[in-house]
C-alpha cells in the first residue's frame, strides 16, 4: 500500500515539457468493471475496466498493477497535456488487461475509485473464485500475474 501512495504522488508530481505544452500524470477512476464470475486454473481471461476523463487534453491510459498482501490494486493513470483549448466533455474508456490464473485462490481485485474529503484512496474490492477442474496443485506461482 505504502508502494501505491508513493507511486501515486511520483505520477502526480511529474511532468515534463515538449514543444511549450505541460504533460501531466494523474490517477483517473475506475467507473465500472467485468470480470468472469468465477477463473479456472490455469487459464487467461480478459478483465476490462471503465473510466471517464473529463476533457479533451487525454492522451493515453497505463495501468496500474500492484500486489498488496493477498489483494491486487489495480488503477488507470492518464497521461494529459495542459492546453488551453481542452473541452470539459466527459468521455468513457474501456481498457483491457490480461489475468493468468496461477493461484488456486480467490483473486482480490481493489479497484482504485478516487479519495475521499481526507485524501485516503477509496476501493471497491472485486472477488473473482478460482475452480480448479483438473485438480492441479499449486506450484508457488502465487507471484506471478499477467
Known amino acids: 500500500m505504502k508502494r501505491f501512495i508513493v507511486l501515486f ?3 502526480i508530481l511529474t511532468t515534463c515539457c515538449s514543444d511549450g505544452d505541460n504533460y501531466y500524470y ?6 465500472s468493471s467485468d470480470f468472469p464470475e468465477t477463473f479456472e486454473f490455469g487459464k487467461v481471461y480478459e478483465v476490462s475496466v471503465q473510466y471517464k476523463v473529463s476533457d479533451n487534453c487525454f492522451l493515453y491510459p497505463d495501468l496500474i498493477y500492484e500486489y498488496d498482501q493477498d489483494a491486487r490494486n489495480v488503477a488507470i493513470v492518464g ?3 495542459d492546453k488551453n483549448s481542452c473541452s470539459a466533455e466527459d468521455v468513457l474508456y474501456n481498457y483491457v488487461f490480461r489475468v493468468h490464473a496461477l493461484q488456486t485462490e480467490d483473486y482480490i481485485f481493489r479497484l482504485w475509485k478516487g479519495e475521499d474529503e481526507d485524501g485516503d484512496s477509496i476501493y471497491e ?5 478460482v475452480v480448479n477442474l483438473n485438480n492441479k496443485v ?6 506471478t500475474h499477467t
Open 9 to 11: 504522488f511520483i505520477v
Open 125 to 129: 474490492e472485486v472477488i473473482v473464485p
Open 79 to 81: 497521461t494529459f497535456v
Open 26 to 31: 494523474q490517477l483517473v477512476p475506475i467507473e
Open 138 to 143: 499449486e506450484h508457488g506461482f502465487k507471484e
